[in-house]
Structure formats: C-alpha cells, structure tokens
Nanobody, 115 residues
C-alpha cells in the first residue's frame, strides 16, 4: 500500500502562482511514476504532468511553459509549480503514484483561479 498526502492548493488570482506538493509513503518502489491530474466539475480527470523516477517528464499541452513538475526521490515527494494561472486551471488536483502494476491516488486538493 502507498499513501499520498497532498498540500498547497488554494485560491489565487489569474496570473498568480501556486505550488503543490505530494508526499508518498508506504511500500515505495524505486522505479515509479508520479504525477498530477486535474478534474473540473462535470469533466473527466485529465493528466497535467507526470515524472518518472528516472526524471522523464511529460506535460499536457495546456500547461506547457506555465507548469513545472519536479521530484525529490529521497523524500518520495513530487511537486507542481504552477505559474501564470488561468481561470480554466480551476479544478481539483490529484496526485498519482504508479509502480509494480498498481496505481494510487491522493485525496485531491482544490485549486481555484479567479478572473
């Protein structure tokens, strides 16, 4: 089992910044993928950014150049620096951990961007 604890969501004005953090604990595999997904009301959950334990990164087209994902393998923590936020970024952001054929999700943290 893996537990994910997220922090860093909140309310920000358009153009502002937020930083999300997600710490994983439990049965952590050294080779894994961590990342962030978002889900707006009435919409499906979409990938925002993912990063492998080896450092490979993939971003959704909508956030490229504005968001930066990073991780600290020693702390089993993944971060999402969100800059130039737009009202359309408003959603619940979920942390994801995947390894060994298993996938785990955090409880979600609300990000609200006002215009």
């Amino acid at each position: 089992q893996v537990q994910l604890v997220e922090s860093g969501g909140g309310l920000v004005q358009a153009g502002g910044s937020l930083r999300l953090s997600c710490a994983a604990s439990g049965s952590i595999f050294s080779i894994n993928v961590m990342g962030w997904y978002c889900q707006a009301p009435g919409k499906q959950r979409d990938m925002v950014a993912i990063i492998t334990s080896g450092g490979s990164i993939h971003y959704a087209a909508s956030v490229k150049g504005r968001f930066t994902i990073s991780r600290d393998n020693a702390k089993n923590t993944v971060y999402l620096q969100m800059n130039s936020l737009k009202p359309e970024d408003t959603a619940v952001y979920y942390c994801m951990y995947s390894a060994g054929g298993h996938e785990y999700w955090g409880q979600g943290t609300q990000v609200t961007v006002s215009s």
